[in-house]
C-alpha cells in the first residue's frame, strides 16, 4: 500500500497514439495540481500503463516539492484502511490521513463496486479535497457509468474533471517501448528481432514487457545472444493472448491469396503446383494459429479436405519456419497484415 514505484517516471514512459492524451493530461496536472483537471481519471483495459503514469504524476510532484502530500492507493487498500478504522475507532486519523494531502491517488476505483459504505466514505472525501483545490487521480478499467453499483453522484464527479482513455499501443510504440527496456537493461537486440518480438504482442504492455523477459532469460540459459532465432525458439509454445477481433479462415484465406498472387479457388482447390502448394499450406498453418477453429472445420473451410491434411500442412510449416528465414518472415508479414 501507499507506495509509489520509483521507476515509474514520465521518463520511462513511452508516448504513442493510445496514450498521448493522458500522457499530456498527467504532465500537466504534475505541474499544476488542482488546477485545470480535477479529477484526472484514467481509463482503459489492463497493462496499458494507468499505474505508472499515475505514478510519475506523483514521483514528479515529490521531485519537484519535496514537501508535497503525496497519497497513492489501490481502491482496495482505501477500503481496507476505512474498514480498520472503523473498527479501530480511528475514523478521524483515517479522515486525516486522506484529506490532509495535496494529491490523492486511487488506483483501479472499479472495485468500488458494491462497497457501500466505501463509496459513502469515498464521496466525502472527494468533496473536501475537492472544495481545497487539491488534486485528485483516478484510475478504472471502464468509464465511471460502466462500474456497476457506482453511486450516481460518484459517476457524475468522476467526470467532472478530465476522463481519458488509454488505448493499447499500435506497432510503433510497441516497438519504441521494447527499444527503450531494451536500452535501460543494457540488451543487444537486433532491430529486426526487436520487430518480430513486437509483432507477437498486440494488445498489452505488461504482456510485452513479459515477453522480452522471456526472451533475456532464454538467451542467458543457452548463453547465446538475442536473435531472431532464439526468440522464436523461446516464445513458441507460449500462449500469448489473441487478438481482440475475431480473425475468421476467410480472412486470412483471402490475405493469403493476395500476398502469393494466387486465387483463394486455388486455395481451396488440389492443385499440386509447388507455387499453390505452399500458400495453401500457409493458410492452414495460419488459420490453425490464429483461429481457435478445430482441425476437421478448418479442413471444410478448404474444399472439404481431411483434418490429417490440415495437420501436414501445419507441422510442415513449423518446421520449416525453424530453418527458412524467408517463411518466417513472410508468416510475420502475413500475421502483421492480419492484425
Ligand atoms: P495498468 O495499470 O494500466 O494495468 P501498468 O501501469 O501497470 O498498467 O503497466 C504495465 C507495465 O507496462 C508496467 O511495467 C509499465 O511500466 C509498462 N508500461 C505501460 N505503458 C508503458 C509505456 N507507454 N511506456 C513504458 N512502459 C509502459
Ligand atoms: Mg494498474
Redesign the pocket.
Known amino acids: 500500500e501507499g507506495h509509489l514505484n520509483p521507476?515509474?517516471t514520465f521518463d520511462?514512459?513511452?508516448?504513442?497514439k493510445g496514450?498521448q492524451m493522458a500522457h499530456a493530461a498527467a504532465l500537466i496536472v504534475s505541474e499544476e495540481p488542482g488546477k485545470l483537471y480535477n479529477p484526472l481519471f484514467f481509463y482503459?483495459?489492463?497493462?496499458?500503463?494507468?499505474?505508472?503514469?499515475m505514478q510519475a504524476i506523483g514521483n514528479k510532484l515529490v521531485a519537484d516539492r519535496p514537501d508535497a502530500k503525496v497519497k497513492y492507493v489501490t481502491s482496495e487498500a482505501f477500503t481496507n484502511d476505512f474498514i480498520n478504522a472503523i473498527q479501530t475507532n480511528q475514523t478521524e486519523e483515517f479522515r486525516q490521513e486522506y484529506r490532509n494531502v495535496d494529491i490523492l491517488m486511487v488506483?483501479d476505483i472499479q472495485f468500488f463496486a458494491d462497497k457501500e459504505a466505501t463509496q459513502e466514505e469515498f464521496f466525502h472525501t472527494f468533496n473536501d479535497l475537492y472544495n481545497d483545490d487539491k488534486q485528485i487521480v483516478l484510475?478504472s478499467d471502464r468509464v465511471p457509468q460502466e462500474i456497476p453499483k457506482l453511486q450516481d453522484r460518484l459517476v457524475s464527479r468522476f467526470a467532472w474533471g478530465l476522463p481519458v482513455d488509454?488505448t493499447p499501443?499500435d506497432l510503433e510504440?510497441r516497438i519504441a517501448?521494447l527499444q527503450?527496456k531494451a536500452e535501460i537493461d543494457n540488451l543487444e537486440i537486433p532491430s529486426e528481432t526487436i520487430n518480430y518480438i513486437a509483432n507477437q504482442v498486440d494488445s498489452n504492455?505488461?504482456e510485452l514487457?513479459g515477453v522480452l523477459s522471456r526472451v533475456q532469460a532464454y538467451s542467458k540459459l543457452k548463453g547465446e545472444p538475442i536473435t531472431t532465432d532464439l526468440a522464436y525458439e523461446a516464445l513458441k509454445g507460449l500462449k500469448l493472448e489473441t487478438k481482440s477481433h475475431q480473425l475468421s479462415i476467410v480472412d486470412i484465406q483471402s490475405k493469403v491469396a493476395d500476398y502469393f498472387h494466387v486465387s483463394v479457388n486455388d486455395l481451396k482447390g488440389k492443385k499440386r503446383l509447388a507455387s499453390i502448394v505452399m500458400p495453401r499450406q500457409i493458410a492452414m498453418y495460419l488459420a490453425r494459429e490464429l483461429t481457435n477453429n478445430s482441425l476437421p472445420k478448418i479442413g471444410k473451410e478448404f474444399g472439404g479436405k481431411d483434418h490429417t491434411t490440415v495437420i501436414h500442412a501445419y507441422e510442415k510449416i513449423a518446421e520449416k519456419i525453424k530453418i527458412d528465414t524467408d517463411l518466417r518472415k513472410e508468416i510475420t508479414d502475413l500475421k502483421k497484415g492480419l492484425g
Open positions: 521507476h515509474y520511462t514512459f513511452i508516448i504513442g496514450n482503459g483495459g489492463v497493462g496499458l500503463g494507468k499505474t505508472h503514469l488506483d484510475t488509454i499501443p510504440t517501448i527503450n504492455v505488461r514487457e
